[in-house]
């Protein structure tokens, strides 16, 4: 079964630094996303890409955060310069249509020390 | 803000019972509705999806959508002691995003 897939499962960085988080969508998916939760939070949104370009993004994406499809199978998610409120599961979506289900990858863990 | 609002819980049922989960939400325009299970320190994961009013019946889940009441609701039959997880609303609102709730945590007994 398809399935969306995150790359690290866990990664800690020093504040200040910068992180790239690495998803593969699912193959034939055209709308990708990122969620973030806090430990003990709501799943949040962050943004949301189609056809090359950002749809719709989040307060909380601000000018810190970018994302980008550099090929034809990766999506990220590049935090400039992470704080330690940046530390939560962040989970990468996709979905084959507009506003229709959203499958999610496994998260990776964001630990800003 | 849009809000979708959910009893946080814990929902303890017996194990063989039905589970209700409801879940209000606060944009009229909402379009389109979801129902994922989380268990802890996993990923969200969809077991229902409902665009339209009226029951929608997948196995032993059953999704609910009453619009004019803004009100979502999932049931669960034969419970599971293996169904013991958070399930969370989502609702998507016309753009391309998931409006999430807080998620109900549900406890199944042996």
């Known amino acids: 079964e398809p399935e969306v897939t995150q790359t690290p499962s866990h990664q800690v960085t020093q504040m200040g630094q910068e992180v790239i988080l690495r998803c593969v969508p699912i193959s034939n998916h055209l709308y990708f996303y990122w969620y973030r939760q806090i430990l003990g939070q709501k799943v949040e949104f962050l943004v949301s890409f189609y056809n090359n370009e950002i749809s719709e993004k989040s307060e909380i994406f601000d000018d810190q955060f970018s994302v980008e499809r550099p090929d034809g199978s990766n999506f990220t998610l590049k935090i400039r310069s992470t704080k330690l409120e940046d530390s939560a599961m962040y989970f990468c979506a996709s979905s084959g249509q507009r506003n229709t289900e959203a499958f999610f990858g496994q998260g990776t863990r964001l630990t800003v020390v | 803000q849009k809000e979708v609002e959910q009893n946080s819980g814990p929902l303890s049922v017996p194990e063989g019972a039905i589970a209700s989960l409801n879940c209000t939400y606060s944009d009229r325009g909402s379009q389109s509705f979801f129902w994922y299970r989380q268990y802890s320190g996993k990923s969200p994961e969809l077991i229902m999806s409902?665009?339209?009013?009226g029951d929608k019946e997948d196995g032993r889940f059953t999704a609910q959508l009453n619009k004019a009441s803004q009100y979502v609701s999932l049931l669960i039959r034969d419970s599971q002691p293996s169904d013991s997880a958070t399930y969370l609303c989502?609702?998507?609102?016309?753009?391309?995003?998931?409006?999430f709730g807080t998620g109900t945590r549900l406890l199944v007994s042996p």
């Open positions: 989502a609702v998507n609102t016309g753009f391309q995003k998931l409006v």
């Open positions: 409902i665009y339209s009013n």
